[in-house]
Structure formats: structure tokens, C-alpha cells
């Protein structure tokens, strides 16, 4: 298998052209023809008169591996394969919207005067206005993935002319994947009848399945109740697959110290919460995103048997980059040498108010704990208005010593350094990324947590940071340079991190060992 690297280049008009090899970008660059624009990857633009039009144009397919967590791309020709990687969704959408709820609740809770709920004001005031429930709408965790989707096949084709686009839409059956990982063969019939049938609610299911036995002691009782596996404010949801029934005592047990206790932990490694997220996004969406990439790109569907059965004739190991490269067809082209990994990352925490809790010295351990911590608790199946002691697990009784008090901060500020950034430290003369970048006061200025490779092995930081003042903050925001640090590059959004690809295979061997 032959391996190359190409650079990508556009003209005066922002066209992208036909991918370059890197001994003609340099002839380019050195007789100033042509200018970098970009890095990783490596972008440079034509100054001279040169133009798309004035060249023959070589037919450049884009292929695509969707998927919900991770999307894999390549873009090849009859020939060679100029461009690969894949890219890292970014999660957390869902937590981050309820955390948004909390807050907008918490506001909505201080105003005096108190709205009528039945009134509909927007109704009233708008006679356009939707809720959200009209048809065509995709919640926004969903919607946010779609549009990353739509949004690394515009970068990709800035940079090179794609005529074709081909997309895997795999097809998942979730019903044999319960099945199979049960040991129960289906029939047709099966298919209509789900694991619930005959039973009235999910509780009873799971009562029944368990035999109306506690899963710790092992004992049947008449008062059992239901435990989340993976707890709802950590993305469980309330499939029997999540849910065994537990006594009383063992529940109680369960939950002690905010469920920080050995106890909770085993139950997580003994049953494996079955939620098919990903399989019931593919199945959603896969024609969505279909049609609104294929509103501007000639767009060809192909399923992932076919890709499946490619890339083992081909001998290649299962990365998503590999899987995009054989989607359709592969004839053993040159393969492009490296790999880029792109990783998402959120522009601005918009927070109207950061909260940092209080810290307090806990009397059993001695250790620092969070307020939230070591305070009042109803035990699971108390009910929410007992105010019984019985009900009540205090821990507000091992505070010892308060270390730290609580208070609320606005964030009202935009950082002109952001995650993934590029600076130069002119003092060390390194190039380094930014992590996050945080205000200290009105004297010390900003701290800058930055990201490098520290080679000498007698140094003991972890996360190393250059400190800002104030006013060299300020020149920093308007100019981009002060006399400690220059930034380089901005990478809003999406950090493009380029790898060997070789290199990348060896060290992880398939995409399931990639941490």
C-alpha cells in the first residue's frame, strides 16, 4: 500500500483547486505565488492570476461514515486518496440543557409578580409563534449533531472541488441486538411483541423479571423498590435494561454518601444500561441529513455490509477513516499518509452565573468536600414532603471547619484566548495551545492554561500556565500580541489535530481502543 501527503490550494476567488504535491506548494511559496492561510491542514492560497476554470478538473468524491458519537471522512479519486480523519462530536448537549432549565427556573423563581399560566402571551403578542412541537422538529441534541454534520462537509469543500458525495445510512435493528445479547433467537412474530407484553406498567416488568428478589441480599420481600443503574441525572433513562429492584435497606445503602460508596459502583459493572442511542439516531436521521446535504451536493446512499466487506478485502484495520475510504468501492488506491483527528470544542459557557459551593473539612475523613456533600438528603422511597428524621439522612453533622464560603460570580466576559487556540510564549519560545483561560482579579489579570509537551522529566507540573496583566491583556485583545505572548492561530470550533497514520494504527489498533 503506497501512502502520500497532498496540500490543498484555492485561487484569488476563494475556489478551492486540485489538491498539490508539497514540493510544488513550496516552489509556490517561495516565489511568493502563493500564501498560507492554513496549517493544520495545510492550506495555501494562490496571489498570482491563476484561477479554478484554468484548470482540467479531476472528479473528487467525498465519503462520509455517519454515526452519533464520531463521523469518518475521505476524499479520493480513481487514483489516490488526498484527505482523511474523522471527527469527535461533542456530548454533553443534553446535561448542559437541563443545567440551562435549572437556571432559567431559578430566575423565574424570584420574580414577584407571577404570571397567569394559562395564559398564552406569546399567542397573544406573536400569532406566528411556535413551541417547538410543530412538525419537522428535531430536539436540539439532535439538531446540533445534524448540523455538525452539514458543517464538516462545508470546511472540507472550501478546500477541495468535491463533485460527488457518498454517505453510509446504515440500518440498525435494534430489536435482534437485544436478542443477541440475550441469546434469543427471533421469529418473525417476535418483532410485535416486545419484552413488556402482557405487562401494565415498567415497574411490574421489572418485578417480575427479577423474580421479586432484592439483587443484593437476595432476598424476597414484600416492600422492593426500583434502582436506576445509571441515575437519571447522569443520562439513565427508565428502560428495564437500567432498572433492578432492590429492598429497602439495600437501597438505602445504595444511595449513602450522594452514592459515593463501593456499593453503587458494582452495580454499574453488573449490568450495562442498553439505551441504543446511537443506533436510534442512525435510524432517525440518516435521511434527514440525506436530503439537506443533498440539496447542494450530488449525493449516492450505500449501507455498511457493503463497507464492512471492503475494508476486510482490503485488509484494513476498523478506524472510521477506513470505513469512509471503502464506502461504496475501494481498488487499493494510494492512501493519504496522515490522519487528521478533529475534536469539537465549545466556543463560549454562556452562564449568566458561575456558583461555587462552599468547602467544609469533613469530620470522618478529614478531607475537603463540597457543601452539596455533606447536607440534608431524603433516603430513596421517602416521600418528597416528609420532613421524618427517619426520612432524612443528615450529613450537615460532619462539617468541621468551613475552608472555603459559597458565592455567586456573574460571567459577563468574553475571552479573547480560547480552547484550542495557538499562542507563542516569547520567554520559552514554544509554541503551545490554550486549555481555558481564567480572570484573577484587577491586579493579577488573567492565568492561561496551556497544553505542551514538557521534556524535561525533573519537572513536576501537570498543567502548566503563563500569567497576563491586565494591561497586557488589553494590547493582547487589540493587536494579538504583547510583549510575553503572540497568538498564531484561532481554532474556533473545531481543532483539526493531524496524526501518521500508520503511526495511529499501531498504537491503537482498531477505533474501540482509542481513549
Known amino acids: 500500500m503506497n501512502y502520500r501527503d497532498y496540500v490543498f490550494i484555492i485561487d484569488k476567488n476563494n475556489n478551492p483547486c486540485n489538491p498539490i504535491s508539497n514540493g510544488f506548494a ?44 464520531h463521523i469518518g471522512f475521505s476524499v479520493t479519486n480513481n487514483l489516490y486518496e488526498v484527505f482523511a480523519g474523522n471527527v469527535d462530536l461533542l456530548e454533553g448537549m443534553s446535561d448542559r440543557l437541563l443545567a440551562r432549565r435549572e ?31 410543530e412538525e419537522g422538529w428535531i430536539p ?64 411490574l416488568y421489572v418485578k417480575e423479571r427479577d423474580k421479586y428478589t432484592c439483587q443484593i441480599c437476595h432476598k424476597k420481600v414484600d416492600n422492593l423498590e426500583i434502582h436506576h443503574i445509571k441515575p437519571r441525572s447522569q443520562g439513565g433513562t427508565n428502560k428495564p435494561g437500567n432498572l433492578i429492584t432492590l429492598c429497602k435497606c439495600c437501597h438505602q445503602k445504595v444511595h449513602r454518601n450522594n452514592n459515593n460508596n463501593e456499593l453503587f459502583k458494582q452495580l454499574q459493572k453488573k449490568r450495562l444500561s ?56 475501494f481498488n487499493n488506491i494510494s492512501l493519504a499518509k496522515s490522519i487528521y483527528v478533529v ?20 469530620s470522618r475523613d478529614g478531607k475537603k468536600k463540597k457543601g452539596n456533600e455533606l447536607c440534608k438528603i431524603r433516603k430513596p422511597g421517602a416521600s418528597k414532603r416528609s420532613t421524618r428524621k427517619e426520612d432524612i439522612e443528615n450529613d450537615r453533622i460532619y462539617r468541621q471547619k468551613k475552608v472555603s464560603k459559597g458565592e455567586s460570580r456573574p460571567v459577563c466576559h468574553s475571552y479573547c ?62 493587536t494579538g500580541e504583547c510583549d510575553r505572548v503572540k497568538i498564531v492561530r484561532t481554532r474556533r470550533g473545531m481543532i483539526w489535530r493531524r496524526y501518521d497514520r500508520l503511526e495511529y494504527e499501531d498504537k491503537y489498533g482498531d477505533q474501540y481502543h482509542v481513549s
Open 140 to 203: 436540539p441534541s439532535i439538531q446540533h449533531k445534524i448540523d455538525s454534520h452539514e458543517r464538516i462537509v462545508d470546511k472540507i469543500a472550501s478546500w477541495i472541488p468535491i463533485d460527488h458525495i457518498e454517505l453510509e445510512v446504515a440500518s440498525f435493528d435494534i430489536q435482534q441486538m437485544k436478542a443477541d445479547l440475550e441469546g434469543i433467537k427471533l421469529n418473525g412474530a417476535d418483532y410485535q411483541n416486545g419484552e413488556m407484553k402482557g405487562y401494565d406498567n415498567v415497574k
Open 274 to 329: 442498553d439505551d441504543y442511542k446511537d443506533s436510534t439516531f442512525m435510524n432517525t436521521v440518516r435521511w434527514y441529513i440525506y436530503n439537506t446535504i443533498g440539496k447542494r451536493f450530488d449525493v449516492e446512499a450505500h449501507y455498511g455490509y457493503i463497507t464492512n466487506r471492503n475494508r476486510n478485502a482490503a485488509g484494513l484495520p476498523k478506524f472510521h477513516f477506513n470505513d469512509a475510504v471503502c464506502i461504496g468501492s
Open 417 to 478: 484566548l480560547k480552547a484550542g487556540d495557538l499562542v507563542h510564549i516569547k520567554d520559552k519560545n514554544i509554541i503551545v495551545e490554550v486549555l481555558t483561560v481564567q480572570k484573577l482579579n484587577k491586579k493579577s489579570g488573567y492565568s492561561v492554561k496551556i497544553l505542551y509537551k514538557n521534556n524535561d522529566p525533573n519537572s513536576n507540573t501537570k498543567t502548566p500556565s503563563v500569567t497576563i496583566s491586565s494591561e497586557k491583556y488589553e494590547i493582547l485583545k487589540t
Open 26 to 69: 513550496r516552489k509556490l511559496l517561495n516565489n511568493k505565488s502563493a500564501e498560507i492561510i492554513n496549517h493544520d491542514p495545510f492550506v495555501i492560497k494562490r496571489t498570482d492570476e491563476y484561477l479554478r476554470e484554468d484548470e482540467q478538473n479531476n472528479r473528487y468524491v467525498l465519503k462520509i461514515d455517519m454515526g452519533y458519537k
Open 343 to 362: 475534536e469539537q470544542k465549545r466556543c463560549n459557557d454562556r452562564k449568566m452565573v458561575a456558583f461555587f459551593d462552599a468547602q467544609y473539612i469533613d
Open 103 to 133: 437556571y432559567r427556573s431559578t430566575r423565574r423563581s424570584r420574580i414577584r409578580h407571577r404570571r397567569n399560566k394559562n395564559v398564552e402571551r406569546n399567542v397573544i403578542n406573536n400569532p406566528n409563534y411556535t413551541n417547538g412541537n
